[in-house]
């Protein structure tokens, strides 16, 4: 963490300069899609791909970590591995997020019910592993913390299971930016609610807060090929969202979305207050919008052909509303939607991109696009198709083009996953 | 209830008040949703309010904590020559619309103050934050507290305590390096025992939610 000394030291040289000239205002968006209380939008060239990563057993050290990547093409070191924090255990990492500040990525796996917070605003080249949550299940009995929320000032938490039966049943959990719990929410399991949970998005202009919903631990942590042909298992899915007033922090409305909706991308065009989200089970896209005043959740689009289960895994709104990136696991596919109406939108460009594909993160202005490739230790392809990378592409508005890779089996780094974006400009304090 | 008085004169004062002359041409974001009640929700404690050394514009040392107990207090960071529409000047606008709304109800007037707090010190000296303040800097039944720091290391526990955070950056554009600094506009919302419960950004910063929020917190005292 950025020493107290430090960066006093950087205050005191900043303030004894004469000049103060503008402030920043919070943000209402992000480069792809982060909570809209992260400030400090990178607008221009990245110049780093975070990759939070699985360990594999017997690949490196086989602990989950942090990869940082240099994807700015004027370095030396351009689509180059520059380091990687170990956490020194696999936990089957999965998701992070940055504090609101942008001064800390929060991250954890689904098989633990820990969090680690690295610090990326003291060198944002060089990330640092200052802190590790274990309190999580003890204070709520939440497991598997999955999306890493910022509030101002917080932390919200939305965790996949529980540590009583590792089922679905789960719920939210609330931090300070130092770490310090401070209360639970469990996912409504009345009224409709199914008590499941998965990611979490807010419109703050509107005060809400909408839920999606997965699985629980017994479910993601079996292999794919046993669980698709259990068919009570298969019903442990999560079929709904839910919509909360955010400042009471209490659920208003279910809304039935069958087929585990994951993803939640509320548009970031100012103005417009829908949301859209993929249900992978189902393969089809699902518009939550007011209709009369009521929140309403309408299946507006298929995702390739469902009858063969595509999977959609990740979506990336562009900052605009009008596009939107699926990436499909099970094809390989990146597919781009055209949302210019959100109530239809339509498939416009579709490319396999590798043998299996995860999430998908763009730059603000939509130039660059990365992905990576996996989903769950257990739910990843085997052998040939057990592609490890992250891959850089600039879009140009027709065609995805490759510009790097990353391979990361060779590099010995483990499962790809999620991805946050960094810059040197986001540095916390100068450099000495 | 005063406090639902205090919400209508809130209204009625947005609708006819002039905007100050140095500071607030715009007007107020409107609320785009109905908040809840005050008391049927629970605002969190988030974390401690810090302490530390400030001025007051008398020049005198004195502890935060001495404006951050006993009341509620709406507290925020400033500088004064910060030109960003999202940042100080609407801080200062929601800040005078709930002072004037409290002044107004009874009920709320003698337990709530406001602070502003100067993250720049070597430039908002206490003169320089009495001319900022103008006549809001009043005692009155309802105080507003403008105030500064003597160093930087003196303000920097209150900024990493509050996590109020702030950039620095270099603008090379013109022909000599400028230093410059940027904030992002947090508000906080202080409960009479020093616990912060809850944090505004510029994406959620209604008069009208502080001062549900302010009476949810009176009514909690109450139980």
Same mark, same amino acid.
């Given at each position: 963490m950025l020493t107290h000394r430090r960066f006093r030291t950087a205050l005191a040289l900043a303030l004894a300069a004469v000049i103060v000239v503008a402030g920043a205002a919070a943000a209402r968006a992000d480069e792809t899609c982060n909570s809209p209380y992260v400030t400090k939008l990178i607008k221009g060239q990245e110049d780093y791909v975070y990759v939070w990563a699985l360990g594999v057993e017997g690949v490196g050290d086989g602990s989950d970590k942090l990869v940082t990547i240099d994807v700015n093409p004027k370095s030396k070191r351009y689509g180059k591995v520059l380091n990687s924090v170990s956490v020194g255990s696999r936990g089957e990492a999965h998701h992070m997020g940055f504090t609101d500040d942008r001064r800390f990525i929060w991250a954890g796996g689904l098989a633990e019910p820990k969090i680690y917070v690295f610090d990326i605003g003291t060198d944002p080249g060089k990330p640092k592993l200052v802190k590790t949550l274990a309190g999580m299940a003890d204070k709520t009995g939440y497991l598997g913390p999955h999306t890493y929320y910022a509030m101002p000032g917080r932390m919200l938490v939305q965790a996949l299971s529980n540590?009583?039966?590792?089922?679905?049943?789960?719920?939210?959990?609330?931090?300070?930016?130092?770490? /310090?719990? $401070? =209360?639970?929410?469990?996912?409504?399991?009345?009224?409709?609610?199914?008590?499941?949970?998965?990611?979490?998005?807010?419109?703050?202009?509107?005060?809400?807060?909408?839920?999606?919903?997965?699985?629980?631990?017994?479910?993601?942590?079996?292999?794919?090929?046993?669980?698709?042909?259990? =068919?009570e298992a298969m019903k442990r899915f999560g079929n709904t969202m839910v919509v909360w007033d955010l400042k009471a922090m209490k659920a208003t409305k279910i809304?039935?979305?069958?087929? =585990?909706?994951? +993803?939640?991308?509320?548009?970031?065009?100012?103005g417009d207050d829908w949301a859209i989200t993929a249900a992978a089970l189902t393969s089809k896209l699902?518009? *939550?919008?007011?209709?009369?005043? /009521?929140?309403?959740?309408? /299946?507006?689009?298929? $995702?390739?052909?469902?009858?063969? $289960?595509?999977?959609? *895994?990740?979506?990336s709104i562009t900052r605009d509303g009008k596009g939107l990136w699926v990436n499909t696991f099970m094809d390989g596919t990146t597919r781009y939607f055209d949302l210019s109406n959100p109530e239809a939108p339509k498939q416009t460009y579709t490319k396999v991109t590798g043998k299996q594909v995860n999430m998908i993160s763009q730059s603000w202005d939509g130039r660059r696009v990365y992905i990576t490739s996996s989903l769950l230790a257990n739910w990843d392809k085997g052998g040939g198709d057990n592609e490890q990378?992250?891959?850089?592409?600039?879009?140009?508005?027709? +065609?995805?083009?490759?510009?790097? /890779?990353?391979?990361?089996t060779q590099e010995k780094l483990g499962r790809a996953h999620h991805m946050k974006l960094g810059s040197n400009a986001l540095r916390a304090a100068p450099a000495k | 209830m005063a406090t639902r008085r205090a919400?209508?004169?809130?209204?009625?004062?947005?609708?006819?008040?002039?905007?100050a002359t140095a500071h607030e041409p715009a007007t107020l974001p409107?609320?785009? #949703?109905?908040?809840?009640?005050?008391?049927t929700y629970t605002l969190q404690r988030i974390m401690a309010a810090p302490d530390g050394e400030v001025l007051g514009l008398d020049g005198?040392?004195?502890?935060?904590?001495? #404006?951050?107990?006993?009341?509620?207090?709406?507290? &925020? #960071?400033?500088?004064?020559?910060? !030109?960003?529409?999202? &940042?100080?000047?609407?801080?200062?606008?929601? #800040?005078?619309?709930?002072?004037?709304?409290?002044?107004a109800?009874?009920?709320?007037?003698?337990? !709530?103050?406001?602070?502003?707090l100067s993250f720049d010190p070597a430039r908002d000296t206490p003169p320089t934050m009495q001319r900022y303040a103008g006549s809001r800097a009043r005692q009155g039944p309802v105080p507003w507290l403008f105030l500064t720091t003597r160093s930087a290391r003196e303000l920097m526990p209150l900024v990493e305590g509050f996590g109020q955070d702030i950039r620095y950056t270099t603008d090379r554009t013109g022909g000599t390096p400028r230093r410059e600094l940027a904030h992002v506009l947090k508000v906080f919302l202080i409960d009479a025992d020093g616990f912060v419960r809850e944090i505004y950004s510029s994406a959620f910063l209604y008069p009208r939610a502080v001062l549900n929020d302010i009476e949810t917190l009176i009514l909690e005292e109450r139980r």
């Amino acid at each position: 963490m950025l020493t107290h000394r430090r960066f006093r030291t950087a205050l005191a040289l900043a303030l004894a300069a004469v000049i103060v000239v503008a402030g920043a205002a919070a943000a209402r968006a992000d480069e792809t899609c982060n909570s809209p209380y992260v400030t400090k939008l990178i607008k221009g060239q990245e110049d780093y791909v975070y990759v939070w990563a699985l360990g594999v057993e017997g690949v490196g050290d086989g602990s989950d970590k942090l990869v940082t990547i240099d994807v700015n093409p004027k370095s030396k070191r351009y689509g180059k591995v520059l380091n990687s924090v170990s956490v020194g255990s696999r936990g089957e990492a999965h998701h992070m997020g940055f504090t609101d500040d942008r001064r800390f990525i929060w991250a954890g796996g689904l098989a633990e019910p820990k969090i680690y917070v690295f610090d990326i605003g003291t060198d944002p080249g060089k990330p640092k592993l200052v802190k590790t949550l274990a309190g999580m299940a003890d204070k709520t009995g939440y497991l598997g913390p999955h999306t890493y929320y910022a509030m101002p000032g917080r932390m919200l938490v939305q965790a996949l299971s529980n540590t009583k039966d590792k089922g679905g049943r789960t719920g939210m959990a609330l931090y300070n930016n130092a770490g /310090e719990f $401070i =209360a639970g929410y469990p996912m409504p399991t009345d009224g409709g609610g199914d008590g499941y949970g998965y990611d979490l998005a807010v419109n703050p202009r509107k005060n809400v807060l909408l839920t999606s919903s997965f699985t629980g631990y017994d479910n993601y942590m079996r292999p794919l090929g046993d669980l698709v042909k259990d =068919a009570e298992a298969m019903k442990r899915f999560g079929n709904t969202m839910v919509v909360w007033d955010l400042k009471a922090m209490k659920a208003t409305k279910i809304l039935a979305v069958p087929g =585990a909706p994951l +993803e939640i991308r509320w548009s970031l065009k100012p103005g417009d207050d829908w949301a859209i989200t993929a249900a992978a089970l189902t393969s089809k896209l699902w518009l *939550v919008k007011q209709d009369k005043g /009521e929140w309403q959740a309408k /299946e507006v689009g298929t $995702i390739g052909d469902p009858t063969k $289960i595509p999977l959609p *895994v990740d979506i990336s709104i562009t900052r605009d509303g009008k596009g939107l990136w699926v990436n499909t696991f099970m094809d390989g596919t990146t597919r781009y939607f055209d949302l210019s109406n959100p109530e239809a939108p339509k498939q416009t460009y579709t490319k396999v991109t590798g043998k299996q594909v995860n999430m998908i993160s763009q730059s603000w202005d939509g130039r660059r696009v990365y992905i990576t490739s996996s989903l769950l230790a257990n739910w990843d392809k085997g052998g040939g198709d057990n592609e490890q990378f992250l891959r850089g592409f600039r879009w140009d508005g027709k +065609e995805l083009t490759q510009a790097f /890779e990353v391979d990361f089996t060779q590099e010995k780094l483990g499962r790809a996953h999620h991805m946050k974006l960094g810059s040197n400009a986001l540095r916390a304090a100068p450099a000495k | 209830m005063a406090t639902r008085r205090a919400t209508l004169l809130l209204a009625a004062w947005l609708a006819v008040a002039a905007p100050a002359t140095a500071h607030e041409p715009a007007t107020l974001p409107a609320l785009d #949703f109905v908040p809840p009640a005050p008391g049927t929700y629970t605002l969190q404690r988030i974390m401690a309010a810090p302490d530390g050394e400030v001025l007051g514009l008398d020049g005198k040392p004195q502890r935060l904590a001495t #404006f951050t107990r006993e009341r509620i207090t709406l507290l &925020g #960071f400033i500088y004064t020559t910060c !030109v960003d529409p999202d &940042g100080c000047p609407l801080a200062y606008r929601v #800040f005078d619309a709930v002072h004037e709304a409290v002044a107004a109800a009874p009920a709320l007037r003698e337990r !709530v103050r406001l602070v502003t707090l100067s993250f720049d010190p070597a430039r908002d000296t206490p003169p320089t934050m009495q001319r900022y303040a103008g006549s809001r800097a009043r005692q009155g039944p309802v105080p507003w507290l403008f105030l500064t720091t003597r160093s930087a290391r003196e303000l920097m526990p209150l900024v990493e305590g509050f996590g109020q955070d702030i950039r620095y950056t270099t603008d090379r554009t013109g022909g000599t390096p400028r230093r410059e600094l940027a904030h992002v506009l947090k508000v906080f919302l202080i409960d009479a025992d020093g616990f912060v419960r809850e944090i505004y950004s510029s994406a959620f910063l209604y008069p009208r939610a502080v001062l549900n929020d302010i009476e949810t917190l009176i009514l909690e005292e109450r139980r």
